[in-house]
């Protein structure tokens, strides 16, 4: 029997709250389409109100994804041209997410990156650098870049994917493709970004080579290969690896335990691929399904889980 009590007094009790993930953010890709939707329309005070958000919300990381093409000129050479800020980027194509043609001139675009990116550190949010074979949809290598150098290698045995040959990755097996992919991001570190955590996407959804298992043998060694191109320079910052290679292009292989701590894992509405690779601080990310711009995810390691 508890003895009934006027008052019950809550003396030295302690209250917290710690989230399931240790980062949680939100990707913002370079769609095309409403304004809500559309990253790149957004101006400073959108991306503030954004980043405002997000704080709100509890998140503690945020991805930019809206092209890469003013890296080039500042970090290969200077020898890629700009595009127009008057007319459609002479490498577009009509009515596709594969016409870049920014909405911002190139520089002022720059100008804003900067701003949103220092407004998003000043709120204690992290922005992954990305690095390794970054070449993709949203992040087209200008045609000026190849004209100017008419031999640089690019793989050519692609079965599926993006065809565009300003979306091409660079030959996976060529040190001057891997110093020039490092040499884009080193230069986003040190115009925009800060290296405190970085971020892959791997060979993401696209085949290569003569069947599945050559294909995934390949997208393996780009994530070797990123991590010790990384740790050459940031021996210990994180990096996060996007789930897109696990989520298409595998095929009927079914990775071992040697290269896949474990496959896809179905967790409610995510997705979260774990990856064994000879080196510290890889983290996989989850993208949540039918969320946009891109619900990112990285499970908080229990004590008996934290790598030494």
Avoid at 128 to 146: A, C, K, L, R, V
Avoid at 154 to 174: C, F, H, M, N, P
Avoid at 204 to 233: C, I, M, N, P, W
Wanted: proline letters at 7%.
């Amino acid at each position: 029997m508890i003895p009934k009590r006027d008052a019950i007094e809550f003396e030295q009790v302690g209250r917290g709250r710690e989230p399931r993930f240790a980062y949680r953010g939100l990707r913002y890709f370079a769609h095309r389409g409403l304004h809500r939707f559309q990253a790149e329309h957004w101006d400073l005070e959108d991306w503030k109100r954004e980043i405002d958000w997000c704080v709100k919300k509890r998140f503690n990381m945020f991805m930019l994804r809206t092209g890469i093409d003013d890296l080039f000129p500042a970090g290969l050479s200077g020898r890629s041209a700009v595009p127009p800020t008057d007319a459609k980027d002479p490498d577009g194509v009509d009515r596709s997410y594969d016409d870049r043609t920014s909405f911002w001139a190139l520089r002022y675009r720059g100008e804003l990156r900067k701003q949103v990116l220092q407004y998003a550190r000043d709120r204690g949010l992290v922005h992954p650098e990305d690095t390794g074979t970054i070449t993709h949809w949203y992040s087209h290598t200008p045609s000026s870049f190849y004209r100017s150098r008419p031999d640089f290698p690019v793989i050519r045995d692609q079965k599926s994917g993006y065809s565009l040959s300003t979306q091409a990755i660079w030959d996976i097996e060529s040190p001057l493709t891997w110093d020039a992919y490092w040499k884009l991001t080193e230069t986003h570190i040190r115009e925009f970004g800060s290296p405190r955590m970085f971020h892959t996407i791997g060979m993401a959804e696209r085949t290569f080579g003569t069947d599945a298992r050559d294909s995934l043998q390949r997208k393996l060694y780009v994530y070797r290969k990123t991590q010790q191109k990384l740790r050459e320079h940031y021996p210990d910052a994180p990096l996060l690896i996007a789930s897109w290679t696990s989520s298409a292009g595998i095929g009927p292989i079914r990775p071992s335990a040697a290269c896949w701590r474990s496959s896809i894992r179905a967790r409610r509405s995510s997705w979260t691929t774990r990856l064994t690779i000879p080196a510290r601080s890889a983290i996989a990310i989850g993208a949540r399904r039918n969320a946009f711009p891109g619900c990112l995810a990285s499970p908080r390691l229990r004590p008996q889980q934290r790598r030494p």
